[in-house]
């Protein structure tokens, strides 16, 4: 019950979040940006690998994998949205 439940607390922000990305997507596609829109996607989407495996780890209740990964995100997140980002 309370996975479920966890699932479902933040349903309406992931359909808008989801929802966004296709409509920058989109535009990227039909503006002729494929390229910028493909390493922009590549580059905020690095870190979610880590950040979704350490939830599941945490759900499995393996804490100190999941902390582990979980540093790991927030060294990725960093390092690719603060410099490699705006600098690339």
Known sequence: DNFIAFLIQDFKE???HHLAT???????????FIRIGTLVMLVHDASDVFLESAKLFNYAKWEKTSKGL???????????????????
């Open 70 to 88: 979980f540093v790991v995100f927030a060294i990725v997140f960093m390092v690719t949205r603060l410099i490699i980002f705006p600098f690339w």
């Open 14 to 16: 992931q359909i808008v």
């Open 22 to 32: 296709l409509v920058l997507l989109s535009f990227s596609w039909c503006a002729n």
